[in-house]
Nanobody, 118 residues
Framework: QVQLVESGGGLVQAGGSLRLSCAAS????????MGWFRQAPGKEREFVAG???YVASSVKGRYTISRDNAKNTVYLQMSSLKPEDTAVYYC????????????????WGQGTQVTVSS
């Protein structure tokens, strides 16, 4: 059983940057693919970025996902933030490969709020 705790959310102005962290405990972190998802009010949850067990970091547009297996932590660096990035951001762990569907992830954190002001 893996427990995930996100942190680093907050209020930021448009154009700014933010780094989210997700600390894992209770399992073998290095064996899980990790994903970041977000859900804005009234919208469906959407995949933001994912990282495999054997990859240190991956860039997807304005987002960089990275992991430190020694610290049992995955990060999401977000840059050039826009108001439409406002959402609750969740990290999730999967025993399989990285997938964009949240149904493929077995463990979820409680989420951290990101608010981008214009």
């Amino acid at each position: 059983q893996v427990q995930l705790v996100e942190s680093g959310g907050g209020l930021v102005q448009a154009g700014g940057s933010l780094r989210l962290s997700c600390a894992a405990s209770g399992g073998t972190f290095s064996s899980y693919a990790m994903g970041w998802f977000r859900q804005a009010p009234g919208k469906e949850r959407e995949f933001v970025a994912g990282i495999s067990t054997y990859v240190a970091s991956s860039v997807k547009g304005r987002y960089t996902i990275s992991r430190d297996n020694a610290k049992n932590t995955v990060y999401l660096q977000m840059s050039s933030l826009k108001p439409e990035d406002t959402a609750v951001y969740y990290c999730a762990a999967s025993t399989g490969p990285v997938r964009t569907s949240g149904y493929e992830y077995s463990y979820w954190g409680q989420g951290t709020q990101v608010t981008v002001s214009s």
